[in-house]
């Protein structure tokens, strides 16, 4: 019986592009042309336009009449590899993905594309749908448990995990990831969301949960979450499920934290959200692989401009929750410098040193900031 395959999401699709990175099966100019497809693909239609920039885009070093040649050499380049993989039992057929491309009737120079794939599994009951999951993190864990920072995971000391992604600009975390409970069982409690935005740090957190390993995808109204596991957050209660979704950048846009986490809470009624990521910080007084923790968010991007050439900040302060302060202060030293402090927001993605010194003299206080954490405060 043939698999059957269906349009699948942008979620999806970096899920099975991180797994073919990981088994090295394409090109980095593969992964990369086929990642910038994925990025387009509209979230009703699960389809995208590949028009002539965008082609040469996708293939700059490629004359304008050999493009078309290029990329049917690129989805015959997708299926040959994961031909490869699936006969070397490296990959299962129900994880491979499809890449389709057909012209538009109305414009023989444009055409629509697709990536195919299993369907996702759809659950619209309570969170006793994930019963029975727990992380393959867990079997890293001592009788002590881990914690997660972020991207991070330290036990005794060490780091577990892939790498460590520049500045990790983290809300809320410690979470004990101890395998088992009093109850020796899942209950049905309100589940932990944690919320990323690019696909590195997506990568990054699921290899937290489940290195080396593919977490399952399910969805409420079309919207997709990746169950990673179980942890407890308080010392002898029962476990709550963790699911990660994933915003667009900013806060601000359609799809970007304000609207998806709120999405999402709709979605789950969830105990707690939080987000990890990577940010900006001082370079005079940090070093990459700091990791922030707002004591209070606020945006930039609220100002009076006045008629001297100054700028006054209007943004409100949002305060963190004390519990989850006081969590991020229990994690162990192992290597790890945290900064506590004000994290500033905007819809700017800053690699400007300019742009920093400014916000630097509006902020003098802040100790980092990024696009996301103001929506989702």
């Not at 389709?100 to 195919?116: H, I, S, Y």
């Not at 846009?253 to 990577?278: C, N, W, Y």
């Not at 707002?294 to 963190?320: C, F, K, W």
Request: charged share 25%; proline share 5%; hydrophobic share 40%.
């Amino acid at each position: 019986m043939s698999l059957k395959l269906e349009p699948v999401s942008e979620s999806a699709v970096a899920t099975a592009l991180q797994r073919l990175h990981d088994l090295q099966l394409l090109s980095a100019d593969d992964l990369r042309r086929l990642r910038a497809m994925a990025a387009r693909l509209d979230r009703e239609s699960r389809r995208f336009s590949i028009d002539a920039p965008f082609l040469a885009e996708l293939f700059p070093d490629v004359v304008d009449l050999n493009r078309d040649n290029a990329l049917a050499k690129l989805v015959h380049r997708l299926k040959q590899a994961q031909d490869v993989a699936c006969n070397a039992q490296k990959l299962g057929v129900e994880q491979r993905i499809e890449l389709k491309v057909e012209r538009k009737k109305e414009d023989m120079r444009a055409r629509d594309a697709w990536f195919l794939g299993r369907p996702a599994q759809t659950e619209y009951g309570r969170i006793t749908d994930l019963l029975n999951i727990m992380p393959r993190a867990a079997s890293v864990a001592t009788s002590g448990g881990a914690y997660i920072a972020g991207n991070l995971v330290i036990n005794q000391g060490s780091f577990i995990g892939r790498d460590a992604i520049d500045t990790g600009v983290i809300r809320n975390f410690a979470i004990d990831l101890s395998p088992t409970d009093d109850t020796g069982a899942a209950s049905d409690q309100a589940p932990i969301l944690i919320l990323t935005v690019n696909p590195r740090e997506t990568a990054a957190l699921h290899d937290v949960f489940m290195p080396g390993g593919t977490p399952e995808v399910i969805e409420r109204d079309k919207y997709p979450y990746t169950v990673l596991g179980e942890a407890r957050i308080e010392a002898g209660k029962p476990r709550r499920r963790v699911l990660g979704f994933r915003c667009q950048m900013g806060s601000a846009d359609p799809g970007a934290s304000i609207q998806r986490v709120a999405k999402a809470i709709a979605h789950f009624k969830p105990e707690v959200v939080l987000a990890v990521g990577i940010g900006f910080g001082d370079h005079e007084k940090q070093q990459l692989g700091d990791v922030m923790i707002s004591r209070e968010v606020t945006t930039y991007e609220h100002a009076r401009m006045n008629s001297d050439g100054s700028i006054e900040p209007r943004g409100r302060r949002l305060d963190a929750p004390d519990v989850w302060l006081e969590r991020s202060s229990a994690i162990p030293p192992a290597g790890i410098v945290t900064r506590t402090g004000l994290v500033i927001c905007g819809e700017k993605l800053v690699d400007s040193a300019d742009f920093r010194g400014m916000l630097k003299a509006q902020y003098p206080k802040a100790i980092g900031g990024d696009m996301e954490s103001y929506g989702l405060a």
